[in-house]
T-cell receptor, first 116, second 116 residues
Framework: AQKITQTQPGMFVQEKEAVTLDCTYD???????LFWYKQPSSGEMIFLIY??????QNATEGRYSLNFQKARKSANLVISASQLGDSAMYFC?????????????FGTGTSLTVIP | GAVVSQHPSWVICKSGTSVKIECRSL??????MFWYRQFPKQSLMLMAT?????????EQGVEKDKFLINHASLTLSTLTVTSAHPEDSSFYIC????????????FGPGTRLTVL
């Protein structure tokens, strides 16, 4: 089974509007971390936001927020007030367990296009 | 923030030659670094986990004799693609694990390898 599932291969959003990128995960561990990364056309992976499995509050970082629904095993990324520079690939990732050396599992990504 | 560099950013080589890619954590020490491979419009595929001072751990299906990894210091890991062939052409990304805050991975900018 896929550890991370991103069901939206491509998304479009009007500039200044909000957009939600979906991510569901599969793990039997109680302790895990969820991450979102942005990959522009240049290729570099940019860390956006983190949610720990024990965090009770949804993580927020500027215009990014993570809608964490633990029972549904979902960790959707919400981008508010979209900007043209937000056009990029977005990857959801998970690290299982408490071992900091554990590998990350990445989803297949969502390509976001912001329309002026 | 934590910065990871990769060198070279792109390389073109002839079939049969070897190519070395360097990954450096510039402002922090990384006992663990990861090497990923990414095909166009696909997700990151973990190739191996590199631990300073010990042998790398390779993922299933990744030839350790083909992709030599050396993590000689806390700030440098190298990936050598030996006897490269056109099918090795890909985007290679390294990341370094920062043991603080969220214990997230910080990614290098990637190296685009083209084997003729």
């Amino acid at each position: 089974a896929q550890k991370i599932t991103q069901t939206q291969p491509g998304m479009f959003v009007q500039e200044k509007e909000a957009v939600t990128l979906d991510c569901t995960y599969d793990t039997s561990d109680q302790s895990y971390g969820l991450f979102w990364y942005k990959q522009p056309s240049s290729g570099e992976m940019i860390f956006l936001i983190y949610q720990g499995s024990y965090d009770e509050q949804n993580a927020t970082e500027g215009r990014y927020s993570l809608n964490f629904q633990k029972a549904r095993k979902s960790a959707n990324l919400v981008i508010s007030a979209s900007q043209l520079g937000d056009s990029a690939m977005y990857f959801c990732a998970m690290r299982e367990g408490i071992n900091t050396g554990n590998q990350f599992y990445f989803g297949t990504g969502t390509s976001l296009t912001v329309i002026p | 923030g934590a910065v990871v560099s990769q060198h070279p950013s792109w390389v073109i080589c002839k079939s049969g030659t070897s190519v070395k890619i360097e990954c450096r954590s510039l402002d922090f020490q990384a006992t663990t670094m990861f090497w990923y491979r990414q095909f166009p419009k696909q997700s990151l595929m973990l190739m191996a986990t590199s631990n300073e001072g010990s042998k790398a751990t390779y993922e299933q299906g990744v030839e350790k004799d083909k992709f030599l990894i050396n993590h000689a210091s806390l700030t440098l890991s190298t990936l050598t693609v030996t006897s490269a062939h056109p099918e090795d052409s890909s985007f290679y990304i390294c990341s370094a694990l920062l043991l603080a805050s969220y214990n997230e991975q910080f990614f290098g900018p990637g190296t685009r390898l083209t084997v003729l």
